[in-house]
Nanobody, 114 residues
Framework: QVQLVESGGGVVQAGGSLRLSCTASGPINRYNTLAWFRQSPTSDRQWVARIAAAVGAHYTDSVKDRFIISRDNAKRTLTLQMNNLKPEDSGVYYC????????WGQGTQVTVSS
């Protein structure tokens, strides 16, 4: 079964940038839609950016124009470039397919200080 490993989180000041990576242990091309999810103490795990093979990328309004999602099926990776970070972007970030077919990874913590 495919396993996911997220990395790239950290502590950054507001206005800064981070680049998150998700590496899969097996092929990801079988999953049409992949996404980045965020979970925080004040909100349930929800997707913030998703990418589908034919449709392209979609973002929630809160991250639109600041985050960029990309995927590389050959390298089995999903990436999230996060720019102009805000404190409300803080949380644990996970990657997975939509619908969720893959066991959740451990996530990567992002903390944005004001």
């Amino acid at each position: 079964q495919v396993q996911l490993v997220e990395s790239g989180g950290g502590v950054v000041q507001a206005g800064g940038s981070l680049r998150l990576s998700c590496t899969a242990s097996g092929p990801i091309n079988r999953y049409n839609t992949l996404a980045w999810f965020r979970q925080s103490p004040t909100s349930d795990r929800q997707w913030v950016a998703r990418i589908a093979a034919a449709v392209g990328a979609h973002y929630t309004d809160s991250v639109k124009d600041r985050f960029i999602i990309s995927r590389d099926n050959a390298k089995r990776t999903l990436t999230l470039q996060m720019n102009n970070l805000k404190p409300e972007d803080s949380g644990v970030y996970y990657c997975n397919s939509i619908p969720q077919y893959i066991p959740w990874g451990q996530g990567t913590q992002v903390t944005v200080s004001s």
